[in-house]
């Protein structure tokens, strides 16, 4: 039976109706529809993903701090994984590699690049807190090292206390006084209000930071209880972003090595090193800063030819007036903890000797031994010859003298003071050898004016 008109009218609205019903609801639906169904991440979150791993922010607060991320997300900061995640992983492995950094994206200057540990030893310490708590996979480490009696103690205390620190494993804490724990504090970047010996404005993530990077390595603390700029020879300390941190490059001394070009700069390299040695036991500060051991990337030249120290990780230190306590036959307080073998892996905790055993002279006898030979002698350990600086007396004169110096200076068996009179003996024979010229820029000119540069 045909539709009567008023019948059609109200079936056409109806048709009407629903296709508007259902153009609004593709349009409102679809990109609801689109997300749920799972769309692959963003690169530029992937690439963020891989950076908060890469520097170990997904670890904090077990880390060194915050300090310099902005630079880096900023891209102030410049180095190959950071720009293509993606394409060079193998360096991921590696501890530190070279950069770039800059304050206003027109001058950019070097940096080094370095984890407290190598990622191996990370994720070798990360597994060792999970273990001592009994599980076997991935945990929350900054939750486990929260709850131990060592942080405990130091997030109740508004100073950093020498037994607190007790038993970890940096020459830098062998025998700590409350002095040296003062400068600690005193000097820490990672907060924002330095200067204070009290940690009253130290949050609760603040403290566990600095005692995860004092277990760790010492490094970023030296260079900023030591700085460059009061003098002292280590390089600027930049800041850090996770397990990552930042200072100053320098070109490595084994480039000097093999060479008869070379060794006019040899020769104030060793003078730099002798003076820099002598300097690190004798300062106002009334610290005794000592070498553990030494090798030769210990050492770095900056571009006006200055000698730095850029490992200061094995650099010991003794209060001279303070002094230190008897070392105890065993441990005591925290001294088995988790913190105390942090950044050594699975291998055994090594301590270093106790600070009654540092001779005055232990830093000397350790350059004379590893450094010094390769700097001034040629491979059969005899003065080179045929250097155009010397006359025939002169020349004869320093082949006899300065391997015999080098002799005294590093055997142990010799007494303090015949160590420190060869150690005298050797800086007056290199001191007038050394090169003045536009190339050490500085000492010059003030060298052409004043034999005391």
């Given at each position: 039976?045909?539709?009567?008109?008023?019948d059609q009218r109200v079936v056409g609205f109806v048709r009407l109706t629903v296709c508007v019903l259902s153009w609004l609801l593709c349009v409102c639906w679809a990109p609801i529809?689109?997300?749920?169904?799972?769309?692959?991440?963003?690169?530029?979150?992937?690439?963020?993903?891989?950076?908060?791993?890469?520097?170990?922010?997904?670890?904090?607060?077990?880390?060194?701090?915050?300090?310099?991320?902005?630079?880096?997300?900023?891209?102030?900061?410049?180095?190959?994984?950071?720009?293509?995640?993606?394409?060079?992983?193998?360096?991921?492995?590696?501890?530190?590699?070279?950069?770039?950094?800059?304050?206003?994206?027109?001058?950019?200057?070097?940096?080094?690049?370095?984890?407290?540990?190598?990622?191996?030893?990370?994720?070798?310490?990360?597994?060792?807190?999970?273990?001592?708590?009994?599980?076997?996979?991935?945990?929350?480490?900054?939750?486990?090292?929260?709850?131990?009696?060592?942080?405990?103690?130091?997030?109740?205390?508004?100073?950093?206390?020498?037994?607190?620190?007790?038993?970890?494993?940096?020459?830098?804490?062998?025998?700590?006084?409350?002095?040296?724990?003062?400068?600690?504090?005193?000097?820490?970047?990672?907060?924002?209000?330095?200067?204070?010996?009290?940690?009253?404005?130290?949050?609760?993530?603040?403290?566990?930071?600095?005692?995860?990077?004092?277990a760790v390595n010492q490094q970023p603390l030296i260079l900023q209880m030591f700085p460059g700029t009061e003098g002292w020879p280590f390089p600027r300390y930049q800041g850090s972003?996770?397990?990552?941190?930042?200072?100053?490059?320098?070109?490595?001394?084994?480039?000097?090595?093999?060479?008869?070009?070379?060794?006019?700069?040899?020769?104030?390299?060793?003078?730099?090193?002798?003076?820099?040695?002598?300097?690190?036991?004798?300062?106002?500060?009334?610290?005794?800063?000592?070498?553990?051991?030494?090798?030769?990337?210990?050492?770095?030249?900056?571009?006006?030819?200055?000698?730095?120290?850029?490992?200061?990780?094995?650099?010991?230190?003794?209060?001279?007036?303070?002094?230190?306590?008897?070392?105890?036959?065993?441990?005591?307080?925290?001294?088995?903890?988790?913190?105390?073998?942090?950044?050594?892996?699975?291998?055994?905790?090594?301590?270093?000797?106790?600070?009654?055993?540092?001779?005055?002279?232990?830093?000397?006898?350790?350059?004379?031994?590893?450094?010094?030979?390769?700097?001034?002698?040629?491979?059969?350990?005899?003065?080179?010859?045929?250097?155009?600086?010397?006359?025939?007396?002169?020349?004869?004169?320093?082949?006899?003298?300065?391997?015999?110096?080098?002799?005294?200076?590093?055997?142990?068996?010799?007494?303090?003071?015949r160590i420190m009179a060869a150690v005298g003996s050797l800086m007056d024979l290199l001191k007038p050898m050394r090169p003045c010229n536009p190339h050490y820029t500085y000492r010059?000119?003030?060298?052409?004016?004043?034999?005391?540069?």
């Amino acid at each position: 039976m045909p539709l009567k008109r008023c019948d059609q009218r109200v079936v056409g609205f109806v048709r009407l109706t629903v296709c508007v019903l259902s153009w609004l609801l593709c349009v409102c639906w679809a990109p609801i529809v689109v997300e749920a169904a799972g769309t692959p991440p963003a690169p530029q979150q992937k690439a963020l993903s891989l950076q908060r791993a890469f520097l170990g922010l997904d670890k904090c607060n077990a880390c060194v701090g915050t300090s310099i991320c902005k630079k880096l997300m900023k891209d102030q900061i410049r180095f190959d994984w950071w720009m293509f995640p993606d394409t060079t992983l193998p360096l991921a492995e590696k501890k530190s590699f070279p950069g770039n950094l800059t304050d206003d994206s027109l001058n950019w200057r070097p940096v080094v690049l370095s984890f407290l540990s190598s990622p191996r030893l990370h994720s070798s310490s990360d597994r060792s807190i999970c273990r001592s708590v009994g599980r076997q996979g991935p945990c929350s480490i900054e939750a486990i090292l929260r709850v131990t009696p060592r942080f405990q103690s130091l997030n109740q205390s508004h100073l950093l206390l020498p037994h607190i620190v007790k038993g970890l494993a940096p020459p830098l804490l062998r025998c700590p006084s409350q002095r040296l724990l003062d400068r600690v504090v005193r000097r820490y970047a990672e907060v924002v209000d330095v200067g204070s010996v009290q940690m009253k404005h130290f949050s609760e993530r603040d403290k566990l930071r600095l005692l995860y990077t004092l277990a760790v390595n010492q490094q970023p603390l030296i260079l900023q209880m030591f700085p460059g700029t009061e003098g002292w020879p280590f390089p600027r300390y930049q800041g850090s972003c996770g397990r990552l941190m930042v200072w100053a490059s320098s070109r490595p001394l084994w480039g000097l090595y093999g060479s008869s070009r070379e060794f006019v700069q040899r020769l104030d390299v060793a003078y730099q090193l002798l003076q820099i040695t002598q300097g690190l036991g004798h300062n106002s500060l009334g610290f005794l800063l000592y070498y553990t051991r030494l090798g030769e990337d210990m050492f770095g030249l900056l571009d006006d030819q200055r000698v730095f120290i850029t490992d200061a990780s094995s650099i010991g230190v003794i209060d001279l007036e303070q002094g230190f306590p008897p070392d105890p036959p065993s441990q005591t307080g925290f001294g088995g903890d988790i913190f105390s073998c942090l950044g050594q892996g699975a291998s055994p905790c090594h301590r270093s000797p106790p600070c009654s055993s540092v001779r005055p002279t232990q830093s000397l006898t350790l350059l004379c031994t590893a450094l010094l030979p390769r700097l001034l002698l040629t491979e059969r350990g005899t003065w080179p010859t045929r250097l155009p600086m010397e006359g025939e007396a002169e020349a004869g004169k320093l082949a006899k003298d300065v391997p015999l110096l080098l002799g005294v200076c590093a055997d142990p068996s010799q007494p303090d003071w015949r160590i420190m009179a060869a150690v005298g003996s050797l800086m007056d024979l290199l001191k007038p050898m050394r090169p003045c010229n536009p190339h050490y820029t500085y000492r010059y000119p003030e060298c052409r004016y004043n034999q005391d540069y």
